[in-house]
Structure formats: C-alpha cells, structure tokens
Antibody, heavy 120, light 112 residues
Framework: QVQLQESGPGLVKPSETLSLTCAVS?????????WGWIRQPPGKGLEWIGS???????YCNPSLRSRVTMSVDTSKTQFYLKLSSVTAADTAVYYC?????????????WGQGTLVTVSS | QSDLTQPASVSGSPGQSITISCTGPSSDVGGYNYVSWYQQHPGKAPKLMIY???NRPSGVSNRFSGSKSGNTASLTISGLQAEDEADYYCSSYTGSNTPGVVFGGGTKLTVL
C-alpha cells in the first residue's frame, strides 16, 4: 500500500522560501509515475503546483513556475518542493501525491497534507 | 491554465440522484478523456472517485458514475447517502504538449 507523508516547517516568513519533503513508502519512486504537489488555501479549492518524474523531468503550474523548484531522491524515496518569495497568499495545506493509473495523471494516492502558514 | 467551472453547491435527499457538472475548454476537458473526480470530506485529503471520465478505482461504490459530452464532464451519484456529503472536485489533464493538471473550483454536496 502506497503511503505519502509531507514534512516541513509549519510557519514561513514572507519573502522566504517554503521547503517541503514528501516521504514515500510502499512503492519505489523509480518504478514510474509522476509525483506531484497540490495545495489548498483555507476554505478554498485545490491548486496543482507541479509534478516530477524519477528522472527529474518536471512540469509546473505556469502561474507558479518562476518560484517553484522540485527535485527527487530515489535512494531515499523522497521528493521535494521549494517555493520562493512566499506571501500570505501561499498559506495553504500542501499535499504530496502520486499520479497513478493512466496517462491522464489521475491522483490515486495523497498524503495527509501539511498546513503551511506564511506570516511574520 | 484556467480553472474548470463547477456549480458551487448541489443538494439532494437520501436515495435520490444528483449530477455535478464540470465545464472546461476544448484544450483539456473537451480534448482528452482524462477527466477525474475527487471527493473531499472536511479536514481530509481528497479521494479519487472517477478517472478517465468514467472509470472507478477499486473500492469505489458503483453509485458513482462519470460521463462527458463535448466540453462538459459530469459526476452522477445515485442512491444518495448521508456519507456522500462532501466537497467534489473535477480535474483534467492539460495535454502532452504542456503536461499538468487543472482543477475545478469544487462543489459542496449537501444531503438533506
């Protein structure tokens, strides 16, 4: 059974960089599929941030591309998100996830989510 | 990328059927059979209910079904139950030229 777990600071100051780690268990990242980040501001809807393959190939939401860096460490079965120059608008629950099943990138496994608050 | 359009809320009584629509441009919803639907209960992570327009993952009740016509996809829930009360999100793959995912704004389902 695939399990994903986000970790990282729950509080980030404005203008700084948000850094999150997703630990994957029950499945080898190297076996395939894209691995993604999705966020949800309090009381609002879901927003796709970006996704990465085990080779390092990645794609991002155009609206966030200039601030997003993603990476993957297959030996540690972890992947990472960095979001720079954060503002209060980046306050959200951040989920890591797996795009499984098909070429259409459905998200078949989600982490439990971690709340990141941007505040001084 | 533009959000897909969903109604803000729908409601129904136990045992009834409801349908949630999801409209997007021909570049994603209309162009690919890669629409997914997610159920999200308060404080929980979303759960995949439908993928590739009408396929159900193992373990999802057959009361949930999906379809698509042109640029509009639909999720139908039959035999409504109290536990179906949740937020529902549609999403679409954005294509092989610019791979990614776009979500709808979400629909709050209330079981009366």
């Amino acid at each position: 059974q695939v399990q994903l777990q986000e970790s990282g600071p729950g509080l980030v100051k404005p203008s700084e960089t948000l850094s999150l780690t997703c630990a994957v268990s029950g499945y080898s990242i190297s076996s395939g599929y894209y691995w993604g980040w999705i966020r949800q501001p309090p009381g609002k809807g879901l927003e796709w941030i970006g996704s990465i393959y085990h080779s390092g190939s990645s794609y991002c939401n155009p609206s966030l591309r200039s601030r997003v860096t993603m990476s993957v460490d297959t030996s540690k079965t972890q992947f990472y998100l960095k979001l720079s120059s954060v503002t209060a608008a980046d306050t959200a629950v951040y989920y890591c996830a797996r795009h499984g099943f098909s070429s259409g990138w459905p998200i078949d496994n989600w982490g439990q989510g971690t709340l990141v608050t941007v505040s001084s | 990328q533009s959000d897909l359009t969903q109604p803000a809320s729908v409601s129904g009584s136990p045992g009834q059927s409801i349908t949630i629509s999801c409209t997007g441009p021909s570049s994603d919803v209309g162009g690919y059979n890669y629409v997914s639907w997610y159920q999200q209960h308060p404080g929980k992570a979303p759960k995949l209910m439908i993928y590739e327009v009408s396929n159900r993952p193992s373990g999802v009740s057959n009361r949930f079904s999906g379809s698509k016509s042109g640029n509009t996809a639909s999720l139908t829930i039959s035999g409504l139950q109290a536990e179906d009360e949740a937020d529902y999100y549609c999403s679409s793959y954005t294509g092989s030229n610019t791979p990614g995912v776009v979500f709808g704004g979400g629909t709050k389902l209330t079981v009366l």
